[in-house]
């Protein structure tokens, strides 16, 4: 619905399969644990570097139900 009123939106999600069976528009898949979609707190850079990640997907996927992996690791 929001898609449809011309406001593109981008899912952040730690399930490719959950991600491929409710398609949305865009996915940024993350290897993170479940309810840290963004990383872990106190950890800015990695936070910033998802919604970095996840606001790129804006401009650069023009094919509806992409997912696509961040590419950011999850700190040891």
Do not use: N
Not at 48 to 68: F, H, K, N, S
């Amino acid at each position: 619905m929001i898609e449809a009123h011309g406001l593109p939106t981008v899912c952040v999600v730690m399930s490719r399969e959950i991600a491929a069976t409710v398609k949305p528009p865009r996915a940024l898949y993350v290897r993170f644990p479940y309810g840290a979609p963004l990383g872990p707190a106190g950890r800015p850079d990695i936070q910033m570097a998802i919604i970095r990640a996840a606001l790129a997907l804006l401009e650069e996927l023009d094919r509806p139900g992409t997912i696509v992996e961040a590419g950011v690791e999850w700190p040891e």
